[in-house]
Nanobody, 124 residues
Framework: QLQFMESGGGEVQSGGSLRLSCTASGFSRDSYGVGWFRQAPGKEREELTCTDVDGNTYYQDSVKGRFTVSTDNAKRTVYLQMNSLQPEDTADYYC??????????????????WGQGTQVTVSS
């Protein structure tokens, strides 16, 4: 079974940067790539990016220009480089795999095998 583990969270000051990692283990035929999400306290889980199996990444408008995804296939790891962080970026960050290709803009419920998340806190 496919599993994900996120790491790299922490506390950073406003304007700072962090790089999160999402490392996969196992296998699933239902996997069409990797997506990054975040969930702030009291808010719904929000999709940030979706990277398909060919390495193409789709970004949501909320992070376009500030967040960048990169991959290391040998390590089975997807990175989320986050720059110019603001207090509103404070959230738990998760990765998961879409059960349909990213080009179809999968909804949160169409993602599988969620990791445990990593916490990001941005102080002003």
């Amino acid at each position: 079974q496919l599993q994900f583990m996120e790491s790299g969270g922490g506390e950073v000051q406003s304007g700072g940067s962090l790089r999160l990692s999402c490392t996969a283990s196992g296998f699933s035929r239902d996997s069409y790539g990797v997506g990054w999400f975040r969930q702030a306290p009291g808010k719904e889980r929000e999709e940030l990016t979706c990277t398909d199996v060919d390495g193409n990444t789709y970004y949501q408008d909320s992070v376009k220009g500030r967040f960048t995804v990169s991959t290391d296939n040998a390590k089975r790891t997807v990175y989320l480089q986050m720059n110019s962080l603001q207090p509103e970026d404070t959230a738990d960050y998760y990765c998961a795999t879409p059960s349909v290709p990213c080009k179809f803009n999968p909804k949160v419920y169409e993602y599988l095998y969620w990791g445990q998340g990593t916490q990001v806190t941005v102080s002003s």
